[in-house]
């Protein structure tokens, strides 16, 4: 089954915590993105990669870190984790060019940093 | 600041009826229009996607778009309560970056 896979799905930690939210695809999909999405804000890009080694900041970078070794994982990485990136978190991926092809979403993962 | 308007809602609409979702959106340049549906607490799923001026059909769901106007809507027929959910417009605006700028999503309700 061709799925985007996140892990944990849920996740409460305190602020300081470094922690690493894990993504995996299965459908060889060059191209994989993280969003976070807020009330009243909708998703908003954080990181995206076109490929392996080839990653770039989106919209809110801030705070936030990736890594694209392999081609099915993109884990996103908090450093030092603060209040403010509380959130509902969603990896996806997309075939070669976005234009015409869509994205696949993870479950998401819902951060609370305390 | 590219973006991408949608009323929030709630649309309410009775079971058998239309439901009209609209969406307007600021980058002429975009090419690459999605209609995602989005349950509570879960992810967003495509519905639709569309690319050219028109109309473009897939069973009840029909969207329209008109890049003159940067309009493009979703129409979905024969509403059923399990259509309630929140619908999330999606444009490609910045085709070096392949990011998809959202809506905030407009909330459907389709009362039985």
């Known amino acids: 089954e061709a799925q985007v896979t996140q892990n944990p799905r849920y996740l409460i930690t305190v602020t300081g915590k470094k922690l690493t939210v894990t993504c995996s695809q299965n459908?060889?999909?060059?191209?994989m993105s993280w969003y976070r999405q807020d009330p009243g804000l909708g998703l908003r890009q954080i990181y995206y990669?076109?490929?392996?080694?080839?990653?770039d900041k989106g919209d809110v970078p801030e705070g936030y870190k990736v890594s694209r070794k392999e081609k099915r994982n993109f884990p996103l990485i908090l450093e030092s984790p603060s209040p403010n990136q509380t959130s509902l978190y969603f990896c996806?991926?997309?075939?070669?060019?976005?234009?015409?092809?869509?994205?696949?979403f993870g479950d998401g993962t819902r951060l609370s940093i305390l | 600041q590219k973006e991408v308007e949608q009323n929030s809602g709630p649309l309410s609409v009775p079971e058998g009826a239309i439901a009209s979702l609209n969406c307007t959106y600021s980058?002429?340049?975009?090419?690459?229009f999605f209609w995602y549906r989005q349950y509570s607490g879960k992810s967003p799923e495509l519905i639709m996607f569309?690319?050219?001026?028109g109309d473009k059909e897939d069973g009840r769901f029909t969207a329209q778009l008109n890049k003159a106007s940067q309009y493009v809507s979703l129409l979905i027929r024969d509403s059923q309560p399990s259509d309630s959910a929140t619908y999330l417009c999606a444009v490609n605006m910045d085709t070096g970056r392949r990011a998809l700028t959202f809506g905030s999503g407009t909330r459907l309700q389709v009362q039985p």
């Open positions: 980058d002429r340049g975009s090419q690459s």
């Open positions: 569309i690319y050219s001026n």
């Open positions: 459908m060889n999909h060059e191209y």
């Open positions: 990669s076109m490929n392996v080694e080839v990653t």
């Open positions: 996806a991926s997309a075939d070669r060019g976005l234009s015409n092809q869509p994205q696949h």
